[in-house]
């Protein structure tokens, strides 16, 4: 049964660090999630939403050491509050999404991915595809998941856009997060940071050097992790985009191919 058959698929990844405030903890942008809801809600596409954990995530998994993987009993402890935070995080989206009447429903990736060194290895996509066909906007997020080697690892939602979108063919990822795109230095940090608004596959070794870590607190690697999911997904030819989701009414524009400030990837 196939409803959407025609259509392309759009993959966006809604930041944490647009969508929380990632220097204090379990703050939620809820304006910030609202407008983006509004705007999604104008994607014709199939659509895949993959939220980051921003502040409900990456500072609990830093105290128990949850990114090691592993080690001890007393780190459950921080993995099922971490789980906790994220699932209230999940909510708030939904409950933007809902007002906004986009047909979204909650998928945790623990429950349907095996990880092995922090790589995803095994991931159960039918029941997210058959639905996804019907229209459905499944929710996904960055998430501890099984690891063959590790135990659990943290499996960023950078890397599930990624993954995903090599899977299931997806025609253009959007990396969204508080900043316009990738520029020549951390923006927050250096005033004289640029934009660079096109980067091709011949000079993205160049740009990851320029480009340092995150500000604050990020245990997937920041804008260096996304840029390195960025460039499998080139290589692969599907379109992909850094954009600024604090102002979201870029969106439409950047989704029907029109001029915005952002940063793509494009191949040589
Ligand atoms: N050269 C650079 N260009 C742009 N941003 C940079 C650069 N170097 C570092 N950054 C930082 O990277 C941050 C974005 O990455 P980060 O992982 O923190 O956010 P995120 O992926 O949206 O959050 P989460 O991992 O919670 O989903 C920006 O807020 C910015 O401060
Ligand atoms: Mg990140």
Redesign the pocket.
């Known amino acids: 049964m196939k409803v959407f058959e025609m259509r392309g698929l759009l993959i966006i ?8 405030d ?1 220097r204090r903890g379990c703050v939620a942008k809820r304006k910030v999630i609202d407008e983006i809801s509004g705007e999604v809600a104008k994607v014709k596409e199939r659509l895949i939403l993959i ?5 409900f ?2 500072p609990i998994v830093k105290e128990y050491g949850i990114h090691l993987g592993f080690r001890n009993r007393s780190q459950l402890t921080g993995y099922a509050e971490t789980k906790y935070r994220l699932t209230e995080l999940t909510r708030i989206i939904l409950e933007a999404l809902r007002s906004h009447k986009v047909p979204a429903a909650p998928f945790m990736p623990s429950s349907f991915m095996v990880a092995e060194n922090g790589r995803l290895l095994k991931v159960e996509v039918e029941p997210l595809e058959r639905l996804l066909e019907l229209g459905l906007v499944p929710v996904l997020h ?1 998430d501890i998941v099984a690891d063959t080697k590790m135990g659990f690892s943290v499996v ?3 890397q599930i856009a990624a993954y995903l979108a090599e899977k299931m063919n997806a025609r253009m990822v959007i ?15 250096n005033r004289k ?1 640029e934009l ?1 608004r096109v980067i091709k596959l011949s000079t993205v070794k160049d ?1 990851m050097r ?7 607190p ?9 840029l390195k999911e960025g460039l499998r997904l080139v290589e692969k030819g599907i379109e992909v985009v ?1 954009m600024n ?1 604090t102002k979201p009414e870029g969106l439409t524009s950047i989704v029907e191919g029109r001029d915005a400030r952002c940063t793509r990837f494009v191949p040589n």
């Open positions: 990844k809604l930041g944490g660090s647009a969508i929380t990632k939220h980051g954990a921003g502040s995530g990456h960055g960023s939602g950078d990396f969204g997060c508080d900043v316009d795109g990738v520029f020549t230095a951390d923006p927050k940090t940071a660079i740009v320029s480009v340092g870590g995150p500000a604050a990020d245990v997937t690697q920041g804008m260096l992790g996304k850094i989701l």
